[in-house]
């Protein structure tokens, strides 16, 4: 937080408003991975994927708990979405294969195939599709 006192209930208002955003993000990413992967670009693909779901993890914490923390920390990351309640419980599996994909899709040398792809956009779908759910 800012530190600034906020009136009762701009809190909430702000949380909410913020994971409309992130799921206004994870949608765009999402619909670039497939515009992507229909291109043959795969890496980028896998990665905008990657990037859709870690939208779709801020929108479900910040609509169920009210935060999220911005942790580059992959086991970080999976371990606050398994605890926001049922629904990230279910999907934090998930979630950490497709942050699995995060650094080969971007760094390394060895090329995202297809079939990879195609998986990364399946996760982010899953989790765009249960985030929607619940951000209102």
Same mark, same amino acid.
């Given at each position: 937080g800012s530190g600034h006192p906020r009136k009762q209930g701009g809190d909430t208002m702000t949380a909410l408003s913020d994971a409309?955003?992130?799921l206004r993000k994870a949608q765009q990413f999402l619909e670039s991975a497939r515009l992507s992967h229909d291109s043959g670009l795969y890496d980028a693909a896998a990665s905008s994927a990657v990037v859709s779901g870690i939208n779709s993890k801020d929108a479900l914490c910040l609509a169920v708990t009210g935060k999220t923390s911005k942790s580059e920390d992959h086991s970080r990351a999976v371990k606050e979405l398994r605890e926001s309640g049922p629904t990230g419980a279910t999907l934090a599996p998930t979630f950490s294969? /497709? /942050?699995? /994909?995060? !650094?080969p899709s971007q760094y390394l040398a060895k090329e995202t195939v297809a079939s990879q792809a195609e998986k $990364?956009? #399946?996760? $982010?779908? =899953?989790?765009? #599709? $249960? $985030?929607? !759910?619940?951000? =209102?």
């Open positions: 409309q955003s992130h294969r /497709l /942050l699995g /994909l995060k !650094t $990364a956009i #399946e996760w $982010a779908q =899953r989790m765009y #599709e $249960a $985030a929607s !759910t619940v951000v =209102r």
